[in-house]
């Protein structure tokens, strides 16, 4: 099995590729040709939350198009400067771990913060003030981390950060080995945007490291628009299938990025299509800078009831919220 999925993905030096990436806005809006003078107002945001953009992700931005639905998830923007009640820097309550590196918020599994890196830096991303220098065990200190899975008996591990496939082979395999030892664990889930990032990430190593795993592994893609999704971006879905791995989706409603039904029903469609399963629908988790991507819950309650009307169960994600000191995502239609 290994040997097709060789045939279909060519390896290729992802870590070449990661170490390329956008930071300077001026270079970005070069590549994009947009006005980069109009953006200069928004420079303070980096300063804040640095700008980062692989060049995949670049690629598949309409250019001259500054309303363009990718681009708005990671430009600089002026509106995060601003102060704006109710957001703030821990919206979901993360930041005081069990351990550190480990979080317990569910009852039989737990958040591993394998690192702080990211490919790419979305302007919404409720982790963007996240602690992690007090949340950076190293590799000797994880041991703690594996005894309190093992000892609270622990039945699926989410590898998250960051993004959990930042981390070169060796390093994801530690982990990967470290929870296939212990018995309670089942199932381990990698909550990752490089996919549809970084899509040469997927080579046949790792698909032989995750398609070897004892416990199942399923890998969480976050996608928020169709158009994320390019050719390389199914070969490696499609290769992550066939190695066995389970493919879901997460999405975050977005104020002008994915706020209208037919762009929901494309993304679904387009997911459903390359194999993967629209799982969630987040509404904004309100962290500081990223007021003006929410959308309202009664908006979005007829959303997803339009998407309900048009498409067969499958392809409807749950609209869901975080909410701190809940033992699970609560669905939006349950909340007073």
């Avoid at 007090?134 to 200190?141: S, T, V």
């Avoid at 005894?147 to 395999?173: A, F, T, W």
């Avoid at 945007?193 to 969480?220: D, E, M, N, W, Y």
């Avoid at 390389?232 to 299938?241: D, F, N, P």
């Amino acid at each position: 099995m290994i040997t097709r999925i060789e045939q279909i993905l060519q390896p290729s030096d992802w870590q070449t590729e990661l170490k390329n990436v956008f930071t300077d806005l001026k270079q970005l809006c070069l590549y994009l040709e947009l006005p980069v003078e109009s953006l200069y107002q928004a420079l303070p945001a980096q300063q804040l939350f640095p700008l980062k953009v692989t060049q995949h992700y670049a690629d598949q931005i309409k250019k001259r198009d500054a309303d363009d639905p990718l681009l708005k998830q990671v430009i600089l923007s002026t509106h995060e400067l601003e102060v704006v009640s109710g957001y703030s820097a821990d919206p979901v309550d993360e930041h005081q771990t069990a351990i550190p590196g480990l979080i317990h918020k569910y009852p039989d599994r737990v958040l591993l913060i394998v690192t702080q890196a990211c490919a790419i830096h979305c302007r919404y991303c409720f982790r963007r003030a996240f602690p992690y220098q007090q949340n950076n065990p190293g590799r000797h200190a994880w041991q703690k981390a594996f005894d309190y899975i093992e000892m609270h008996d622990i039945k699926e591990v989410i590898l998250s950060g960051g993004d959990p496939l930042v981390v070169d082979d060796k390093h994801l395999q530690f982990f990967v080995e470290a929870l296939n030892r212990i018995s309670t664990v089942k199932r381990i889930r990698l909550h990752s945007r490089i996919p549809a990032v970084l899509p040469s990430r997927i080579t046949p190593r790792l698909l032989q490291l995750l398609g070897s795993s004892k416990a199942k592994v399923c890998i969480v893609y976050h996608i928020n628009h169709a158009n994320e999704i390019s050719d390389e971006v199914r070969q490696g879905a499609k290769a992550l299938s066939q190695a066995g791995v389970h493919l879901l989706n997460q999405s975050v409603l977005l104020r002008g990025v994915n706020d209208q039904v037919s762009l929901l029903a494309e993304l679904s469609e387009a997911l459903v299509d390359c194999g993967i399963q629209p799982y969630y629908l987040h509404v904004l988790d309100k962290v500081v800078g990223s007021h003006h991507f929410n959308v309202p819950d009664e908006e979005a309650l007829d959303l997803i009831e339009q998407l309900r009307q048009q498409k067969s169960g499958y392809l409807v994600p749950q609209l869901v919220r975080e909410v701190a000191g809940k033992a699970s995502k609560i669905p939006v239609d349950k909340i007073a």
